[in-house]
């Protein structure tokens, strides 16, 4: 910019030199010329772009030139004496450290904005979640305000049902369970048994059946109470709805573990809300971009789904974490942080992220 200032002020003192050697008369044609010249090209122009150089001569020059003559000049003069002031303060401004909270680290925003487009279901609380396992703590504030920076809408929040809050006081030893359907591409219906802890949010997918009649629902119920029974827990309650296929012998064999049977109310399905939240979570990140060709099948979906809903799935109700983590949180610091790896699962439709050794 300074070279170029200098030859623009080199090039108007050869002109005025010039100027200075011819007559008056030439002048004043000269004058009427570029007046008029000026005022057709106002009238094409409505805002002549101007470079630092040109406000740099026409500020200088509006100091020699008398107030009364500014009006040859095409901008007005409170424009000049802003140019002139904006010169003043850029040569007394003494450099300026900028203070407050320091920038995100660009790294960390490339690898927020990754999971966003990678995963488009996901919110920014989920993200959060997703760099915690990551080893990066930043938080869900930073998340959103980076996404809305890089046009990425995060998911709107939900709010809690007066439900949920109850069941989160009375979580401990409660497991939920139902049913939901999945129809194969040969229209075939196959009906699926899953359980819910709520304390610990851990699901067990207890069985797919095309045909849940009241034996295999109670083989079903005993296989759960042995898995619970090996891993040291028990249920203190059970909570259902009054499907039919949850049947006597279902009841009886929670019962003989000591375990008490709750029903939920009639057509009352937020009653069961974790359960029924639970199937709109398998469903929207799931089996809603499947198409299922069999019960074998829809197993081998499940399974897979299941593990990573349990072991790296993050959750709000659990500060973020996972029911069963297979490796403990550790925070990294900005030297320690090494390039993040992806798992794909059920063919890309699920991605785990993990810091690679």
Request: proline share 4%; aromatic share 8%.
């Amino acid at each position: 910019m300074l070279s170029k200032l200098a030859y623009l002020t080199l090039c108007r003192s050869i002109q005025l030199l010039a100027l200075l050697a011819r007559g008056d008369a030439a002048k004043d044609l000269e004058i009427l010329v570029l007046r008029h010249q000026l005022a057709v090209l106002r009238r094409q122009s409505t805002r002549p772009k101007l470079g630092p150089g040109d406000r740099v001569v026409l500020a200088a020059v509006s100091r020699v030139l008398p107030r009364s003559r500014w009006s040859c000049f095409f901008v007005t003069p409170e424009t000049l004496l802003r140019w002139h002031r904006r010169l003043v303060a850029r040569a007394w401004t003494y450099p300026h450290h900028q203070t407050g909270r320091p920038p995100l680290d660009q790294d960390i925003q490339q690898l927020i904005v990754r999971l966003a487009r990678e995963n488009p279901r996901w919110g920014y609380q989920r993200i959060q979640g997703e760099l915690l396992r990551l080893g990066v703590r930043v938080s869900a504030t930073v998340i959103r305000t980076t996404l809305r920076r890089h046009g990425l809408d995060p998911a709107p929040r939900r709010a809690a049902t007066t439900w949920r809050a109850f069941l989160r006081q009375q979580a401990a030893g409660i497991v939920a369970c139902d049913f939901f359907t999945v129809d194969t591409v040969w229209l075939r219906r196959l009906y699926v048994l899953f359980f819910i802890e709520l304390d610990t949010r851990r699901v067990h997918l207890a069985g797919v059946t095309a045909n849940p009649d009241g034996q295999w629902v109670a083989q079903q119920a005993r296989n759960l109470l042995l898995v619970l029974g090996e891993q040291g827990r028990r249920a203190r309650f059970v909570l259902h709805d009054r499907d039919a296929k949850f049947c006597r012998s279902f009841d009886d064999v929670v019962r003989s573990d000591g375990a008490e049977v709750l029903l939920t109310p009639v057509q009352a399905p937020r009653a069961n809300t974790y359960a029924e939240r639970w199937v709109r979570t398998v469903r929207s990140e799931c089996l809603d971009w499947l198409l299922v060709v069999g019960r074998g099948h829809l197993q081998q979906i499940l399974r897979v789904y299941v593990q990573h809903y349990n072991r790296h799935r993050p959750h709000r109700a659990l500060m973020l974490r996972s029911p069963d983590p297979l490796v403990r949180l550790t925070i990294l610091g900005e030297d320690d942080r090494g390039a993040v790896r992806r798992r794909d699962l059920l063919g890309s439709l699920l991605h785990e992220y993990r810091q690679a050794a």
